[in-house]
């Protein structure tokens, strides 16, 4: 029997003496193996006759954990990919820091922080969402997702950052305090919970327009890759099972490096940033001891699976490799592989286990849906179904067809896109070709041209022509000139 010790390390940062000596207790109680969580914490399975002296020991350490339960998820960010895959944001690594320290309490319901100009976090996956303004700094957007249903409610004010923490505690409050309005309840309403919190306390300000969501595009994010002048080291692995030994020796050489963290990230990986270069042939030599494999193929990388699933992680494999063989392009496009009815993952495309008989105790035939997100954006709810049914052995070319509706819509958004940019170019250039012509003989004046005959030379404008400038046919004055489109004299 086997039971799974949950820790959180709030927005997936975790420091390398904290995870080293819980990595240390692990080795006492003789696992050899954790894994990372989808929402950035550490799992570690754990015998049941283990359990006590292994708890003991983070009791010691006054290490917070949960076992079997997930009462109290992880506060996500994208923190993991701050420096590295943003550019140009005021979101900075103090203010993550600011926001995860004054949040000193322990939500009950999934709670995300997350730069709007990323895609490598999933922004909505929580129930209270936090998105940073990209227009207005030190300020966010906030949209509720309700707890256990598809209600979702975008606020209309933006709130400062060192309000964020407060109003979690009171907005997590309301909801947990009138859990048949707000819980499992699919009318759930936004407006209802907004008029019992007090903002008097807060510093917001109205929401010019809702929050844009990045398009999904997903870096590659494993690998010793060169930033700025430092270099950051990203290591996936295939089973989601990192060694013991392995970590702890990461630890050590940050601890020796002086590196004061490391992250986990949505997709179960880690992520150890501002590595020097002095110091890369240490990591490089690391991943040699250990075996580990670097730069998998993208079509494995773009997976989600639930956590703690081995059927999951099995029927990716399945996928993966028939992707492979049709070398499938899958650029831009993020699976998702759901075998329980609650869970959730992060997808633009969505594998769905259910059985066509389920009843209590008794399940059986297994197919698979196959569901799109809107506009195949993961961070939109769903969107259509795409195929329903499918046994396992005809999935891989379903969910072949379905890469391939994505890359349909993408290209018909593409071209639309071209057409209008071409069009409106088009329109303006020809709201700025003008000439100027004389009312009574009709011509014409030309600033591109000039007129030789008066010594005007060519770009002169008609607004920068001398007061005795005239008509060269009828000698008419310059007043007598009038503007005209070109497109109307039909001149080319």
């Given at each position: 029997?086997?039971?799974?010790?949950?820790?959180?390390?709030?927005?997936g940062?975790?420091?390398?003496?904290?995870?080293y000596?819980?990595?240390?207790?692990?080795?006492?109680?003789?696992?050899?193996?954790?894994r990372?969580?989808?929402?950035?914490?550490?799992?570690?399975?754990?015998?049941?006759?283990?359990?006590?002296a292994?708890?003991?020991?983070l009791?010691?350490?006054?290490?917070?954990?949960?076992?079997?339960?997930?009462?109290?998820?992880?506060?996500?960010s994208?923190?993991?990919?701050?420096?590295?895959?943003?550019?140009?944001?005021?979101?900075?690594?103090?203010?993550?820091?600011?926001?995860?320290?004054?949040?000193n309490?322990?939500?009950?319901?999934k709670?995300?922080?997350?730069?709007?100009?990323?895609?490598?976090?999933?922004?909505?996956?929580?129930?209270i969402?936090?998105?940073?303004?990209?227009?207005?700094?030190?300020?966010w957007?906030?949209?509720?997702?309700?707890?256990?249903?598809?209600?979702?409610?975008?606020?209309?004010?933006?709130?400062?950052?060192?309000?964020?923490?407060?109003?979690?505690q009171?907005?997590?409050?309301?909801?947990?305090?009138?859990?048949?309005?707000?819980i499992?309840?699919?009318?759930?309403?936004?407006?209802?919970?907004?008029?019992?919190?007090?903002?008097?306390?807060?510093i917001?300000?109205p929401?010019?327009?809702?929050?844009?969501?990045?398009?999904?595009?997903?870096?590659?994010?494993?690998?010793?890759?060169r930033?700025?002048?430092?270099?950051?080291?990203?290591?996936?692995?295939?089973?989601?099972?990192?060694?013991?030994?392995?970590?702890?020796k990461?630890?050590?050489?940050?601890?020796?490096?002086?590196?004061?963290?490391?992250?986990?990230t949505?997709?179960?990986?880690?992520?150890?940033?501002?590595?020097?270069?002095?110091?890369?042939?240490?990591?490089?030599?690391l991943?040699?001891?250990?075996?580990?494999?670097?730069?998998?193929?993208?079509?494995?990388?773009?997976?989600?699976?639930?956590?703690?699933?081995?059927?999951?992680?099995?029927?990716?494999?399945?996928?993966?490799?028939?992707?492979?063989?049709n070398?499938?392009?899958?650029?831009?496009?993020?699976?998702?592989?759901?075998?329980?009815?609650?869970?959730?993952?992060?997808?633009?495309?969505?594998?769905?286990?259910?059985?066509?008989?389920?009843?209590?105790?008794?399940?059986?035939?297994?197919?698979?849906?196959?569901?799109?997100?809107?506009?195949?954006?993961p961070?939109?709810?769903?969107?259509?179904?795409?195929?329903?049914?499918?046994?396992?052995?005809?999935?891989?070319?379903?969910?072949?067809?379905?890469?391939l509706?994505?890359?349909?819509?993408?290209?018909?958004?593409?071209?639309?896109?071209?057409?209008?940019?071409?069009?409106?170019?088009?329109?303006?250039?020809?709201?700025i070709?003008?000439?100027?012509?004389?009312?009574d003989?009709?011509?014409?004046?030309?600033?591109?041209?000039?007129?030789?005959?008066?010594g005007?030379?060519?770009?002169?404008?008609?607004?920068?022509?001398?007061?005795?400038?005239?008509?060269?046919?009828?000698?008419?004055?310059?007043?007598?000139?009038?503007?005209?489109?070109?497109?109307?004299?039909?001149?080319?």
């Amino acid at each position: 029997m086997e039971q799974t010790i949950i820790i959180n390390f709030s927005g997936g940062i975790i420091s390398p003496g904290n995870l080293y000596n819980i990595l240390v207790a692990t080795s006492k109680s003789r696992i050899r193996f954790v894994r990372f969580g989808l929402r950035q914490q550490l799992l570690v399975d754990i015998a049941s006759y283990n359990l006590k002296a292994f708890t003991d020991e983070l009791d010691q350490l006054g290490i917070d954990y949960e076992v079997d339960e997930n009462n109290f998820p992880n506060i996500i960010s994208s923190y993991p990919a701050e420096e590295i895959f943003i550019r140009n944001s005021w979101l900075t690594e103090g203010v993550y820091k600011d926001i995860f320290d004054a949040i000193n309490f322990r939500p009950s319901v999934k709670v995300n922080i997350c730069d709007s100009n990323q895609s490598f976090t999933p922004m909505l996956t929580g129930n209270i969402n936090w998105i940073a303004s990209p227009q207005s700094a030190h300020y966010w957007h906030l949209i509720i997702r309700f707890p256990k249903t598809n209600v979702v409610y975008e606020w209309n004010q933006l709130c400062y950052t060192n309000n964020i923490a407060m109003m979690t505690q009171q907005i997590e409050a309301i909801i947990n305090a009138n859990p048949s309005a707000f819980i499992d309840n699919e009318k759930a309403r936004g407006e209802k919970l907004f008029s019992l919190l007090n903002i008097s306390n807060f510093i917001t300000k109205p929401a010019e327009n809702s929050v844009s969501l990045s398009s999904f595009n997903l870096p590659y994010y494993e690998g010793l890759n060169r930033y700025n002048n430092k270099y950051w080291l990203g290591i996936y692995r295939r089973d989601e099972l990192f060694a013991v030994d392995f970590l702890k020796k990461i630890c050590l050489l940050c601890l020796e490096t002086k590196l004061g963290q490391l992250c986990c990230t949505s997709w179960k990986t880690i992520i150890i940033k501002g590595i020097d270069e002095q110091h890369k042939h240490y990591w490089n030599a690391l991943l040699e001891e250990f075996e580990v494999n670097m730069r998998h193929a993208a079509n494995e990388l773009n997976f989600q699976v639930e956590d703690h699933c081995v059927e999951g992680l099995e029927l990716k494999n399945y996928l993966v490799k028939h992707l492979s063989v049709n070398d499938t392009r899958t650029f831009g496009i993020c699976f998702g592989i759901k075998t329980r009815k609650k869970s959730e993952v992060f997808s633009s495309i969505l594998i769905r286990k259910r059985y066509l008989i389920n009843l209590p105790g008794i399940k059986i035939f297994a197919v698979y849906d196959i569901l799109c997100a809107k506009n195949f954006n993961p961070n939109e709810r769903t969107g259509y179904v795409f195929s329903k049914g499918n046994p396992k052995s005809l999935l891989p070319e379903q969910v072949r067809r379905a890469v391939l509706k994505f890359y349909q819509a993408r290209l018909g958004v593409k071209n639309e896109q071209l057409i209008t940019q071409t069009s409106s170019d088009q329109l303006i250039a020809k709201e700025i070709e003008f000439l100027y012509q004389c009312s009574d003989c009709f011509t014409v004046y030309s600033e591109d041209l000039g007129d030789v005959t008066q010594g005007i030379v060519a770009g002169t404008k008609f607004d920068d022509l001398p007061t005795n400038f005239c008509c060269s046919l009828c000698e008419n004055d310059k007043n007598n000139f009038i503007k005209v489109e070109k497109m109307a004299l039909q001149i080319l």
